[in-house]
């Protein structure tokens, strides 16, 4: 339980010795080799005149049955072995001791090739005209803090429901170090707009003031106020489109009680 599997490894073999004796398996293999053994004399004697042409036909029709009903044997015997029919992961083997009886209809064993998941995400219907088919996702679990795991979406709803003000969407990502388990319950952080060689700051330092945004740099000893334009945001960042240098030294903490004109000491 638990190990990969690759496919058409054998996972369990099914003993019935009264299925397995109906078979006749051995009994096939030994007609094939006599019918074999049969041709091979009949040839030599038509070589030499004492067959007829019809013999050796009749010979090689024999084989042709022989050989027949020994592949059909083993094909029927190759049914007691329950092979992987992909690679994947064992989940689950309810029958995992030796001797197990096993009856008809029952499952003996499940095997899940989760390397590609497709996960079902509920969005908020403010979101409906920003997150689009396509658009990359970073997919993230609390037991894996150090690990992120891209998704890109490939369905989304029209309908929003009424009752929780969600639609729903799907996102197919790459689990092929097979860090997600199927159940799990992961966030999704939704890349929905991007800019290159952009200013980012912390969000938290943005002070508002009379309807402007302003930040704090160090200009020669001195905290000179910068109205700011805002772009993109995150939880705890911001885009700055314009009103900072990125050689500006910015002011990230004491930023609190400052004014323009203030002495300020750097300390590093």
């Known amino acids: 339980l638990g190990d990969k599997v690759k496919k058409g490894a054998l996972i369990v073999r099914i003993e019935d010795k009264s ?45 042709m049955n022989s050989r027949l009903d020994y592949e059909n044997a083993e094909m029927n015997l190759e049914k007691m072995n329950i092979r992987a029919p992909f690679d994947g992961v064992i989940v689950n083997l309810p029958h995992f001791s030796e001797e197990a009886r096993v009856t008809s209809g029952t499952s003996v064993v499940t095997v899940m090739d989760y390397s590609q998941m497709l996960l079902e995400i509920n969005l908020p219907e403010s979101a409906i005209n920003e997150v689009k088919v396509g658009q990359k996702a970073y997919i993230t679990h609390y037991t894996l803090p150090k690990d992120t795991i891209m998704g890109e979406i490939t369905e989304l709803s029209p309908a929003i429901s009424s009752e929780t003000r969600t639609f729903k969407g799907k996102l197919m990502i790459d689990n092929s170090k097979l860090l997600i388990r199927p159940g799990m319950f992961v966030k999704a952080d939704i890349v929905t707009e991007s800019h290159s060689s952009t200013i980012i700051i912390p969000k938290n330092i943005v002070r508002n003031e009379r309807n402007r945004r302003i930040v704090f740099v160090v200009d020669q000893g001195i905290a000179r106020a910068k109205q700011v334009r805002l772009g993109l945001e995150e939880k705890n960042q911001v885009e700055i489109l314009g009103g900072l240098e990125k050689d500006d030294q910015l002011i990230v903490r004491g930023f609190e009680t400052l004014r323009d004109g203030s002495k300020v000491k750097i300390q590093r």
């Open 19 to 63: 299925y397995e004796n109906g078979i006749s398996i051995e009994t096939k293999r030994l007609n094939l080799e006599l019918a074999e053994q049969e041709q091979v004399k009949t040839k030599s004697l038509y070589d030499k005149g004492g067959a007829t042409l019809t013999e050796v036909k009749n010979s090689e029709v024999k084989i």
